[in-house]
């Protein structure tokens, strides 16, 4: 199997420690966030799997920029022909996906945090370090529901970048965290419910303020960016974070 139902119609595509999802209605599919560049062989053996169609796909719906949620983004639009909508703060990192804002030094991460070389490795050999930039994308809206498969609702969670938005299936008791809130550090490699260590996030302040709007959507189930689904609940997996701090 390529995908995993991890919530009622919504299914989980992992590679190299990333994740992006299928939400499906109605015979129509949602991508959100686009992985890394070897993500695309098993974008199509999902659409296979499901018997669906590229033409199924309604549109791709970045949560952030980042270069490890982009990665098919400008095939998906290029070959695909489907609209790639994000945050207007975001625009311009999508566009250079490698300037992106961070609090601490990266290079100290894998010498303090030895485990998580094999994380970075395996992005490393998923095309990390190969991801082109996107442009004409669509604005999301700052707050409500997009008239996508699954309604999803905008939740907008600045902090790891400055345009980062969470979406939230409130019929599905669903939130996609997105890297407002993983389960996996790729930094660290320390697993539990967090914000990503500030080697790529913009403001840890804000990440850590940006938790309340996640717990407001009083989900069952976190489906983050990174790491495993949540199924206890967003407010226990938004108290662990708290407690864990920015790092």
């Known amino acids: 199997m390529i995908t995993t ?41 999902a659409l296979r799997e499901h018997g669906r169609r590229p033409q199924d796909i309604a549109a791709l719906v970045l949560t952030h920029a980042h270069f490890d949620h982009t990665g098919v983004a400008a095939r998906v639009q290029a070959e695909l022909g489907l609209p790639v909508w994000a945050h207007p703060d975001d625009f ?3 566009e250079h996906p490698y300037r992106y804002a961070h609090e601490n030094p990266r290079a100290l991460y894998p010498i303090r945090h030895p485990r998580a070389v094999r994380i970075l490795a395996a992005m490393a ?16 809206p ?5 008239d996508l498969p699954g309604s999803p609702v905008v939740v907008p969670t600045p ?33 539990g419910p967090q914000i990503v260590a500030g080697a790529a996030t913009a ?20 489906l983050p ?21 920015a790092h």
């Not at 009622?8 to 595509?13: M, Q």
């Not at 299928?22 to 560049?37: I, Q, T």
């Not at 050999?125 to 999301?140: D, E, Q, T, W």
């Not at 403001?203 to 976190?222: F, H, M, P």
């Open 203 to 222: 403001d840890s302040e804000q990440a850590l303020a940006s938790l309340d709007a996640l717990a407001a959507t009083g989900a069952s189930t976190v």
């Open 159 to 191: 902090g790891h970048t400055y345009g980062h938005c969470a979406l939230h299936l409130p019929g599905r008791d669903t939130v996609l965290s997105g890297d407002a809130l993983v389960t996996l550090d790729p930094y660290t490699a320390v697993p």
């Open 5 to 45: 139902e991890v919530a009622d119609r919504v299914y989980r595509l992992g590679h190299a420690f990333v994740s992006c999802y299928l939400v499906e209605e109605d015979g129509r599919l949602l991508l959100v966030d686009a992985g890394l560049p070897a993500m695309w062989p098993q974008l199509a053996g």
């Open 92 to 94: 311009a990192l999508a």
């Open 142 to 146: 700052p707050t409500g529901a997009l």
């Open 225 to 245: 960016g990174h790491g495993e689904p949540w199924t206890a609940g967003v407010q226990r997996a938004v108290e662990e974070a708290r407690a864990r701090g």
């Open 125 to 140: 050999r998923a095309g990390a370090l190969r991801v082109p930039g996107v442009s004409g994308l669509r604005a999301l």
